[in-house]
């Protein structure tokens, strides 16, 4: 007699914690590299610096070797060093931390909102207001845009600029999140991405530091450099190569390969596809532990709701439509209008509740002499619609 049968090994199939979404494309772009001969920062890193800055909303995509280098950079290049502190939160990869250590700087742990998995806001108010006199000065916060999910980076920013702290922000996981239309890691001096193989996009390693400020900019290209004054790229277009730059800083080899820039471009054509299937595998989670009721699925900010209940109110004015029943949204909220929207610069966020009213509200069928049996079906069929 059998004890323990063993399970039936054609049954399971191993599903892994993540898996990279290669095809054709990117075989030929490593090829087209390696036929090219010019396999660091090159036309690749250029091309795929340009296309993430364009997709995230931000002036400046400086491509480096991972998450944690374009941390440890963008600090440097904010002046982070020994005597100061840098707040992280005590939930995250050990990287974030890390990098402050490698600074001079010293990281104080925040705790958490547990709700969200980011730093919370009320506790860093406490530790700044309340913390004890020391030799070290806070300098910085390091927020981290986890799970897709962005820190409060208004609530992060106006603490910062109170007690005048510059904020980084670790978006390692953030590629594709959005919070009131900006992109993880526009909202901060500076944001850092990660294409490690368990991210959205991956160029196997590889890293990104975004920001709008010129001078940041500049000194993280040179630093990601040995501290060059040029990149390779300008002093080949300029010279040939042949001229060697200044070196005025105390930089690193933090440059991504022409490799890995090419994975980068090929997989910022499958972005949004990425994305979209992402999104609809946690949408189908969040459906199936629905049921069962230890797990708590994560918190969904009321923002993104908002196009889920969109789309319901939407639908409801259709059906009621083919039930013979006229509906309207309440009117516009203007500022989300092409021609508004383009000449003034808006953003359907600028004026949250103006944009709301105009995805949500919803206006019933009134007019003099309308009956009270039009009026109990507009209402009874209503109820049909939504339930
Ligand atoms: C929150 C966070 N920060 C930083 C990193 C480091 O990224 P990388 O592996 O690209 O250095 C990670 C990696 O998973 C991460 O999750």
């Known amino acids: 007699m059998s004890v323990n049968p063993r399970p ?6 191993r599903i892994p914690i ?3 979404v290669f095809s054709a494309s990117e075989e030929e772009a490593l090829l087209e590299v390696l036929r090219s001969g010019w396999l660091v920062q090159g036309p690749k890193v250029n091309a795929f610096e340009k296309l993430f800055r364009h997709f995230i909303g931000a002036k400046y995509a400086l491509a480096v070797t991972s998450c944690t280098s374009a941390l440890h950079l963008a600090l440097a290049a904010a002046g982070i060093g020994p005597g100061d502190e840098v707040l992280v939160p005590a939930f995250t990869f050990i990287a974030t931390a890390n990098v402050v250590e490698y600074t001079g700087a010293r990281p104080v742990f925040i705790d958490i909102d547990l709700e969200t998995y980011t730093i919370d806001c009320t506790k860093i ?3 700044l207001s309340e913390r004890p006199e020391a030799q070290t000065r806070p300098r910085c916060i390091i927020p981290v845009s986890l799970f897709g999910l962005c820190a409060d980076m208004e609530k992060v920013n106006k603490i910062a600029s109170k007690h005048g702290l510059s904020v980084i922000e670790d978006a390692a996981c953030g590629f594709g999140a959005r919070r009131h239309g900006h992109h993880a890691g526009t909202e901060a001096l500076a944001g850092c991405f990660s294409f490690h193989p368990r991210k959205a996009i991956t160029t196997g390693e590889g890293g990104m530091v975004v920001t709008n400020d010129d001078h940041l900019a500049k000194t993280i290209q040179a630093l990601r450099n040995h501290g ?3 990149t390779d790229f300008e002093r080949h277009l300029e010279h040939g190569g042949s001229l060697l730059p200044e070196y005025d800083k105390l930089g690193y080899n933090y440059r991504m ?14 972005a949004e596809m990425i994305l979209k299937g992402r999104k609809q595998a946690a949408a189908r989670y969040d459906e199936l532990l629905a049921q069962v009721t230890e797990i708590k699925t994560p918190f969904v900010p009321g923002w993104n709701k ?3 209940w969109n789309r319901t109110r939407n639908r409801v004015m259709t059906q009621l ?5 006229s509906l309207r949204q309440g009117t516009h909220a203007v500022h989300t209008l092409g021609y508004y929207k383009k000449k003034y610069a808006l953003q359907d966020h600028d004026y949250p509740m103006a944009y709301l009213a105009d995805r949500l509200s919803l206006a019933l069928p009134l007019y003099y002499g309308i009956t009270r049996q039009e009026q109990r ?3 009874e069929k209503l109820k049909q619609c939504l339930s």
């Open 228 to 230: 060059a004054s040029k």
């Open 321 to 325: 439509e083919a039930m013979g029943i």
């Open 377 to 379: 079906t507009v209402v």
């Open 18 to 20: 993540a898996k990279p």
């Open 257 to 270: 390969t022409d490799l890995q820039g090419a994975l980068g471009v090929a997989q910022m054509e499958k």
């Open 125 to 127: 108010r406490k530790y």
């Open 8 to 13: 039936h090994k054609e049954s399971f199939k």
């Open 306 to 308: 908002i196009n889920v």
